[in-house]
Antibody
C-alpha cells in the first residue's frame, strides 16, 4: 500500500525558514517523480514544485521560485521542501503527491497524496 | 486568478447528472492531458480522471471525463449525497513549465 507521510509543518515568523519532509513507502520511490501541492485555508489547490525520479529535473511555481527548493533522498525514500523567506501568503496545508509514471519529466497527474502538513506564517 | 477556469459551484438533485467545465488555453489543456480530483471535506484530494478520460481502478463509471480543444469536462451521473465535494481540474502548462489547477467547483447535491 502506497503511503506518503508529510512532516515538518508548524508556526514560523515571516522571513523565516522551514523544511518539510515526505516519507514514502509501498512503492519504489526512486522510480517516480514527486510533487508538492499546497492549499491555503479555505482556498483551492496550488501546485508548488516537481522533481523527477533522479532529481535532475525540477520545476517551481512562480510564487515560490527562488525561495523554495525541492529535493529528494532516494536512499531514504524521502522528499523534501526547503522553504526560505516565508511570507504570510505561504500559509497552507502542504501535500506531497506522487506522479504515476516511471520516468516522468513534467507533471502528468497525481495518483497518491499524503494527508498534508500545515504551515502557518505569522508573527 | 487560476490559469484554468471552473465554475465556482454547481448543484443538482440526487440521481441527476451534472457537468463541470474547465477552460484553459493552447499551452495547457490544448496540448496536455487533463486530470480531475475530488476533495471531500477535511480530506486530501483523490484522482477521479486522468489522461482526459481514464478512470483509476476503484472509481465508479458514474464519473467520466472528456476534452475538446482547450476545454475539458467532468461528468457525474446518478448523483449521491456522498458526491458533495470540491472538484478540481489540473494539467501541465508547457509555456509556464508549471502544473496548473482550476479554482475548484463546489458540488452540492440538493
Amino acid at each position: 500500500e502506497v503511503q506518503l507521510l508529510e512532516s515538518g509543518g508548524g508556526l514560523v515568523q515571516p522571513g523565516g525558514s522551514l523544511r518539510l519532509s515526505c516519507a514514502a513507502s509501498g512503492f519504489t520511490f526512486s522510480n517516480y517523480a514527486m510533487n508538492w501541492v499546497r492549499q491555503a485555508p479555505g482556498k483551492g489547490l496550488e501546485w508548488v514544485s516537481f522533481i523527477s525520479a533522479s532529481g535532475y529535473s525540477t520545476y517551481y511555481a512562480d510564487s515560490v521560485k527562488g525561495r523554495f527548493t525541492i529535493s529528494r533522498d532516494n536512499s531514504k525514500s524521502t522528499l523534501y521542501l526547503q522553504m526560505n523567506s516565508l511570507r504570510a501568503e505561504d500559509t497552507a496545508v502542504y501535500y506531497c503527491a506522487k506522479d504515476p509514471y516511471s520516468g516522468s519529466y513534467y507533471v502528468d497527474h497525481f495518483d497518491y497524496w499524503g494527508l498534508g502538513t500545515l504551515v502557518t506564517v505569522s508573527s | 486568478q487560476s490559469v484554468l477556469t471552473q465554475p465556482p459551484s454547481v448543484s443538482a438533485a440526487p440521481g441527476q447528472k451534472v457537468t463541470i467545465s474547465c477552460s484553459g488555453s493552447s499551452s495547457n489543456i490544448g496540448s496536455n492531458y487533463v486530470s480531475w480530483y475530488q476533495q471531500l471535506p477535511g480530506t486530501a484530494p483523490k484522482v477521479l480522471i486522468h489522461d482526459n478520460n481514464k478512470r483509476p481502478s476503484g472509481i465508479p463509471d458514474r464519473f467520466s471525463g472528456s476534452k475538446s480543444g482547450t476545454s475539458a469536462t467532468l461528468g457525474i451521473t446518478g448523483l449521491q449525497t456522498g458526491d458533495e465535494a470540491d472538484y478540481y481540474c489540473g494539467t501541465w502548462d508547457s509555456s509556464l513549465s508549471a502544473g496548473v489547477f482550476g479554482g475548484g467547483t463546489k458540488l452540492t447535491v440538493l
